[in-house]
């Protein structure tokens, strides 16, 4: 009787150890996740900011170039980057768990 209480016993406490350790790995990988998406977001910001000041400047030759600018920023502004937060974050909890 005594040994399947110490088993017990240490099987709680291995639970609790990985619980936490998974916790923190989740911790991690969410803030990773917000880092990365926070970073896209910004350059896809960046690639926006820079096609309309190409287009405001006059210094494309051709309506054609125009033309082409203009639907490079339509699809940058209808398209959120890289499928978003929640995305990245369920790619990370499957890279977690080995999905």
Known sequence: MNRVQ???RKLASTYSEEKARLERSMEELMDSARREAERVSAEHQRQ???LESRLQEGALASAAERAEI???LDRLRQQPPHGGLFGMIGRAIDAVFGL
């Open 48 to 50: 926006i900011r820079t």
């Open 6 to 8: 110490a088993d017990s």
């Open 70 to 72: 203009t639907r490079q």
